[in-house]
């Protein structure tokens, strides 16, 4: 099975109030709150979030589409990890990342990104979470 993930997060102020949103067409929505955090925390936050639904869905394939140029260079191994705070995100991705027979991660622009953006801004809105399967 292939999935898709549209992933998201932000952050109201920076640290200030965070959210995750993760839409995968046809599988799930997921909107999580995540108290005060940076905007690349919750960036990272929003794409392990997207793997571990993909490994526990026992998928054979992945593709993230992601509006962060920086967690996909990261993730790419084009920019280096440099702040401490987010190596360990970073590690965990590449961790789920390898559970996954195929996986890619791919720069869309923010306004093809619109589903989890909404539901990161739900998260951020309600200070609560949500997960709606399809």
């Known amino acids: 099975m292939?999935?898709?993930a549209f992933v998201d997060g932000g952050s109201r102020g920076n640290p200030g109030e965070a959210g995750l949103g993760v839409y995968m067409p046809g599988h799930v929505r997921i909107a999580e709150y995540l108290g005060v955090a940076t905007n690349n925390y919750a960036e990272y936050s929003a794409l392990i979030c997207a793997l571990r639904c993909a490994v526990l869905s026992r998928c054979d394939e992945l593709v993230v589409f992601a509006d962060s140029e920086l967690v996909v260079k990261q993730i790419a191994?084009?920019?280096?990890?440099r702040n401490e705070g987010i190596r360990p995100?970073?590690?965990?991705?590449r961790r789920w990342m390898a559970l996954l027979p195929k996986v890619s991660v791919q720069h869309i622009p923010r306004?093809?990104?619109?589903?989890?953006?909404?539901?990161?801004n739900l998260?951020?809105?309600?200070?609560a979470n949500?997960?709606?399967?399809e």
Do not use: F, I, P
């Open 111 to 120: 306004e093809k990104n619109k589903e989890a953006d909404k539901l990161a």
């Open 130 to 133: 949500l997960v709606r399967w």
């Open 89 to 93: 995100l970073y590690e965990s991705a």
């Open 123 to 127: 998260a951020m809105d309600k200070h």
């Open 77 to 81: 191994g084009v920019y280096q990890v």
């Open 2 to 4: 292939k999935l898709e």
